[in-house]
């Protein structure tokens, strides 16, 4: 409410100084509307009958608006009509911010439990993630990631739904949701995936689909990883060196399999203590630059943001989501994770 009084007080003073023959009362009205932009409507009220106060008390002195007067009538009748307009306005205003936090206090809780965001230790394995939604009302979005401690070691999975919205997130719930039930259950990595890829095309539209790479951490030093049209993970060594971890045999999205013949193969990867693997979605790589229009090069950024980061992960993924924000201009334009892994 600051302004809006400071306006009626300039004003009132600015009214007496300039004398009789020159009145600026009716400028009065800038006040309410102040009010309507910066306070709640009870408020804007309170300011709008202050600010009426005003120009009763200085009408008088200003002589050509004595009270009754038909220009006096006319700019008080106008005064009070932009007052409630203005309480008007302020109320839709704060009725709009009660929704938004409503749908944003829902959207959190849908994305807790859709994610369920694992802490920064699973079994023997670190990890810090940056997780961020295109859908800025919502919070939640087609990517999709989860990590897991199972009989069979800790297991991964990152993937990018297509399309946005509730359908995509739909189907990144129908994969989590069957990865979650698999990982525990299904001795072999490949097992897992022909699950979540069943529960995929039974359950969403026929031509949808969701890359995906799954991962397994072995207790020897060791990860394997299975593609389904997924953007490649980059393994980040301790001296500085990154790797490109691209699939020997490339495969289609989940949802896709009865198009395609045969079936994916896992690949190993070494993967020593103090190497870091980043798992991202392609909101990362095509993230674009808001100068020359380029594609973000995580590839070729990720060595000095990354690398000798295995035990301050949540540093390290904090650096790398900043660069990246640098690069887009502070905003993106897709559904975006970043999943940073590091073993004990």
Known sequence: MTLPLAAIVVLSVLDIVLGKERYVTPVLVIAPTLAALTTTWRRTLVIAAVG???????????????????????????????????????????????????????????????????????????????????????????????????PYGVRALVGDVRGKGLDAVQTAGVALGSFREAAYDEERLTRVAERVDASVSRHVDEGEFATALFLEFRESGAIDLLHYGHVAALRV?????????????????????????????????????????????????????????????????????????????????????????????????DDAVLLLLACS
């Not at 009763?56 to 007067?69: I, T």
């Open 237 to 333: 060594g301790a001296d500085g060196e990154v790797t490109v971890l691209d699939p020997p045999d490339p495969w289609v999205p989940l949802g896709l399999s009865s198009y395609a013949e045969g079936a994916p193969k896992p690949w190993t990867e070494p993967f020593a203590p103090g190497d870091v693997l980043v798992l991202h979605t392609d909101g990362v790589i095509e993230a674009r630059s808001a100068t020359d229009g380029s594609f973000y090069a995580l590839a070729d950024r990720a060595a000095p943001l990354v690398a000798g980061s295995a035990r301050a992960l949540e540093a390290a993924v904090d650096r790398l989501y900043a660069d990246l924000l640098r690069h887009t201009g502070g905003t993106l334009a």
């Open 52 to 150: 009426l106060v005003a120009r009763f008390a200085l009408a008088p002195y200003d002589g050509v608006l004595e009270p009754g007067s038909p220009l006096f009538t006319g700019q008080l009748t106008g005064y009070v009509i932009v007052s409630l307009f203005s309480a008007y306005i302020s109320w839709r205003a704060e009725v709009g911010r009660q929704a938004f936090a409503a749908v944003t206090s829902v959207a959190e809780a849908a994305q807790l439990a859709l994610l369920r965001p694992p802490g920064p230790r699973v079994g023997d394995v670190r990890l810090a993630i940056r997780y961020v939604s295109a859908q800025d009302t919502a919070q939640i979005g087609g990517d999709l990631y989860a990590v897991l401690d199972t």
